[in-house]
């Protein structure tokens, strides 16, 4: 157990929809990280949040969007579902943003699934 | 631009086998980390390892070894006595210190037969 959390374990939805990701980091950890896995892309780093700023950007659509909570927890926010979105969606979090702290841990992904 | 090369994308052995899963990486950063994730059937994705680019020490922790050399871009991975546990697809991925993102190979699966 990494001691990342994520929310949803499964999302099955339709296409135009608007769902909800959930991420609570390890105890301590700054750094959330969103991640998309999907059979044809592979791993793809979508985005990064440091102690509620975003710290860098990956191949994110404009239909997707985040965010860092006070309390540290993020959310990744895709709305006008495609079929291609459907995905494994990771989670990661880390202790800082650079330097030997920062080993990226991961969650146990939402797998969601656009009909 | 960073990019992690994994060529092997399936391999398949015996129960007790020796494997070596490749990677070799490119980066113009002086400085960088290397690392190695599992993700077992389940779709978790599990740590294994973190290289630092100024240590080109091996390592060995139990049945896994790895072997990072500078000189060729490589960082490969190698199960001894291979298990059926052990099944799984295996990422290397390559981070620069002070970027967000790791950029991750496209995975070797790895399946071994009793």
């Known amino acids: 157990d990494s001691g990342v959390t994520q929310t949803p374990k499964h999302l099955i939805t339709a296409t135009g929809q608007r769902v909800t990701l959930r991420c609570s980091p390890r105890?301590?950890?700054?750094?959330v990280y969103w991640y998309q896995q999907s059979l044809d892309q592979g791993l793809q780093f979508l985005i990064q949040?440091?102690?509620?700023?975003?710290?860098a950007k990956g191949n994110i659509l404009e239909r997707f969007s985040a965010q860092q909570f006070p309390d540290l927890h993020s959310e990744l926010n895709l709305s006008s579902l495609e079929l291609g979105d459907s995905a494994l969606y990771f989670c990661?979090?880390?202790?800082?943003?650079?330097?030997?702290?920062?080993?990226?841990?991961f969650g146990p992904g939402t797998r969601l699934t656009v009909l | 631009a960073q990019k992690v090369t994994q060529a092997q994308t399936e391999i398949s052995v015996v129960e007790k086998e020796d494997v070596t899963l490749d990677c070799v990486y490119e980066?113009?950063?002086?400085?960088?980390?290397l690392f190695w994730y599992k993700q077992p059937p389940s779709g978790e994705l599990v740590f294994l390892i973190r290289?630092?680019?100024?240590?080109?020490q091996n390592e060995i922790s139990g049945r896994y070894s790895w072997n990072f050399q500078k000189s060729t871009s490589s960082f490969n991975f190698t199960i001894t006595a291979s298990q059926v546990v052990d099944s799984a697809v295996y990422f290397c991925?390559?981070?620069?210190?002070?970027?967000?993102?790791?950029?991750f190979g496209d995975g070797t699966t790895l399946t071994v037969k009793p």
């Open positions: 990661a979090s880390s202790a800082t943003t650079s330097g030997d702290t920062d080993t990226q841990y």
């Open positions: 105890s301590g950890d700054l750094s």
């Open positions: 949040y440091y102690n509620g700023e975003e710290r």
């Open positions: 980066t113009r950063d002086t400085t960088y980390y």
């Open positions: 290289r630092n680019s100024f240590d080109e």
């Open positions: 991925a390559l981070r620069h210190t002070n970027a967000g993102k790791s950029t």
